[in-house]
């Protein structure tokens, strides 16, 4: 039996499965945003679904540790991705 993919969450740096994590990415300007697919291309961070969690890790130092460069916090906040569980930018229908 394989074990499945696990990540290290940036804001509790505790391993989880990858499925269990929000994915995000960090686009050419330095926005960092949800990755609802999980297919955005370039390196990931992950993150529990967790106030806590998102909390320590929409900082704009912690993300700029994460992605190795310097960052911008997502625009939508933590509040808005866990509403939707994963924000996506494009409209929902
Ligand atoms: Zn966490």
Redesign the pocket.
Known sequence: MTAAPQRT?I????V?PKAALVRLVRGADGRVRVDDGGRAEGRGAY??P?S??LGK?LHAGRLGHAFKRPCEPPASGAAAILNGRVVNDKARR
């Not at 804001?11 to 505790?14: A, D, F």
């Open positions: 969450c804001g509790c740096r505790e989880r993150v529990c967790d806590g969690c890790a």
